[in-house]
Antibody, heavy 119, light 105 residues
């Protein structure tokens, strides 16, 4: 069965970086894109960007351009999201999700990773 | 950037009633790429509808989607207790609407 398992919760200070991992299993990793979505406490879903696990092509939300980098390691079927220069408003649950084509929907999701940014 | 606006922000209904949720796009979007998700507290979102009107695997037939162009609708024909949650629309696997909270009246 398809599973996306994310790394554990993180606490970071303002200005630091965080790297969240998302390990995929149960399907051919390189045949799909991975989306990253975050949700601040009590707020809605915010799309961060996606990465092709086939060729590493990325598309980031303009709001996060310059601070976010998404990568994959095909040898371990793992996607990574690196967010730099953290601020308090980056405190959120971060989700990875598989993108099903051709409809470009998120059919499987990770369990979420809470990132807390606090001094 | 296409902006999705959902209405109402909160919908208060009773079990057994019909729920109609709206998602309006700032410009025309392809129906193929309009999706709806359900999210319950402490859980990841769950895909309900893709291609504007197709139910995802395992989704009960009381959920239906419709619309085209800039106006899309999610309808829940007869609310069950487990349907009270927050619902989001999404276009092209990217931006989401701000959500509609469906609460028990």
């Amino acid at each position: 069965q398809v599973q996306l398992v994310q790394s554990g919760a993180e606490v970071k200070k303002p200005g630091a970086s965080v790297k969240v991992s998302c390990k995929a299993s149960g399907y051919t990793f390189t045949s799909y894109y991975i989306n990253w979505v975050r949700q601040a406490p009590g707020q809605g879903l915010e799309w961060m960007g996606w990465i092709s696990a086939y060729n590493g092509n990325t598309n980031y939300a303009q709001k996060l351009q310059g601070r976010v980098t998404m990568t994959t390691d095909t040898s371990t079927s793992t996607a990574y999201m690196d967010l730099r220069s953290l601020r308090s408003d980056d405190t959120a649950v971060y989700y990875c999700a598989r993108i099903q084509t051709p409809y470009r929907v998120n059919d499987y999701w990770g369990q979420g990773t809470l990132v807390t940014v606090s001094s | 950037e296409i902006v999705l606006t959902q209405s109402p922000g909160t919908l208060s209904l009773s079990p057994g009633e019909r729920a109609t949720l709206s998602c309006r796009a700032s410009q025309s979007v392809s129906s193929s790429y309009l999706a709806w998700y359900q999210q319950k507290p402490g859980q990841a979102p769950r895909l309900l509808i893709y291609g504007a009107s197709s139910r995802a695997t395992g989704i009960p037939d009381r959920f239906s989607g419709s619309g085209s162009g800039t106006d899309f609708t999610l309808t829940i024909s007869r609310l069950e207790p487990e349907d009270f949650a927050v619902y989001y629309c999404q276009q092209y696997g990217s931006f989401f609407g701000q959500g509609t909270k469906l609460e028990i009246k």
